[in-house]
């Protein structure tokens, strides 16, 4: 199964897949469809999308690409986009948006903490994702998991260490490390890491599926991709590991949405953001995708810890994005890409 991912430079082109609803909208501020730019996968959240369509009854229009190539097309088009609604799988790609953002209304957001949303309010999370390190269980022994990640410098992980450099993902942690520690100390991180010879892949699910099947000992990861391979009838071998060090190893990445400033169908819009976070499709998020739930009153899956407990870096998403460029940089530097 494919999920999404974001490219190195949010200057790539995008490749645009369009998905039509079919009914006439029912409300909403004209005879035009909503039109959603998504940069969360069709595989992964087109049923939520159709299940929206069918109960609002409103006309909808989406374009899939990455992320960060969609931040781009917004910014590219300016206040001239036909976009309403950006979907996101990062709050970095969201953060280069913002510009082009109308602020939230504060009874549309309530639900979820405010450190899953934009500082402004121009975005807000709808379910997330804590960075973990993903483990082969006949290679390496409980007491040897690492507790933060200057462990994973350690020489006993020299070529057993999985990494996707130039998965947006990989790089929001690179760009948390930059926030919280700094450009020299990321670089001199980073530059530690090249010189234990990791192995390189294109995204996180290949690591996952590295470390089930002995190719590497550890991987830096995503939390939910083990539990959609266990899903599947894999992860036999594998474990995900969650660091308790409260650095950037355990950064929780929502993915969130937020509304064109320059949209005539806001309210629309709005109910989009509504259903979001509502029971119905936060349970989505937590049954069906494994991320965790971010409005109250949904439980994530009963084999993940609950996010409070996961120690966090002290450092506000709404900043992420001024640090993405700086760390695609530093990872080239470093000699990982």
């Known amino acids: ?14 490749p645009a897949v369009l998905a039509l609803g079919l009914l006439v909208g ?27 369509r069918e109960s609002s009854g409103l006309e909808v229009e989406v374009r899939y690409a990455g992320s960060t190539e969609l931040a781009a097309t917004l910014l590219e088009e300016g206040p001239s986009t036909e976009a309403d609604v950006f ?26 903490p405010p450190r899953f ?13 804590i960075r973990a390190v993903i483990y082969d269980r006949d290679q390496v022994q409980v007491s040897e998991l690492p507790t933060g990640i200057d462990d994973l410098l350690n020489p006993r992980w020299t070529g057993m260490i999985g990494v996707a450099p130039t998965n947006g993902s990989f790089l929001a942690f690179v760009a948390a490390m930059i926030l919280d520690r700094g450009e020299a100390a990321t670089l001199q991180w980073l530059e530690s890491l090249e010189a234990l010879d990791p192995l390189d892949y294109p995204k996180n699910s290949p690591i996952v599926a590295a470390a089930d099947n002995g190719e590497v000992g550890l991987g830096l990861v995503n939390h939910y991709y083990l539990l959609r391979l266990q899903a599947e009838g894999g992860g036999k071998r594998a474990a995900n590991h969650f660091l308790s060090a409260g650095d950037p190893g355990s950064l929780v990445m929502p993915s969130g949405v937020g509304v064109l400033a320059e949209s005539e169908q806001a309210e629309d819009a709005h109910s989009f953001i509504e259903f979001l976070l509502s029971e119905t499709a936060q349970r989505y998020f937590a049954e069906q995708t494994y991320e965790y739930p971010l409005a109250a009153g949904v439980r994530p899956a009963a084999s993940l810890p609950p996010i409070d407990s996961i120690p966090t870096p002290d450092i506000d998403l709404s900043d992420l994005h001024t640090a993405l460029e700086k760390a695609t940089d530093l990872v080239a530097q470093a000699g990982l890409l």
């Open 1 to 14: 199964m494919h999920f999404e991912s974001s490219g190195r430079r949010i200057r790539l082109l995008l």
């Open 26 to 52: 029912a409300c909403g501020g004209g005879d035009d469809p909503l039109l959603i730019y998504s940069g969360r996968g069709e595989e992964l959240v087109g049923p939520l999308i159709e299940e929206f």
């Open 117 to 129: 949303r934009d500082r402004a309010q121009r975005w807000v999370g709808v379910s997330g994702r």
């Open 87 to 112: 979907f996101a799988q990062d709050p970095a790609s969201l953060g280069l948006a913002t510009p082009l953002m109308a602020t939230l209304p504060s009874d549309v957001i309530s639900a979820v």
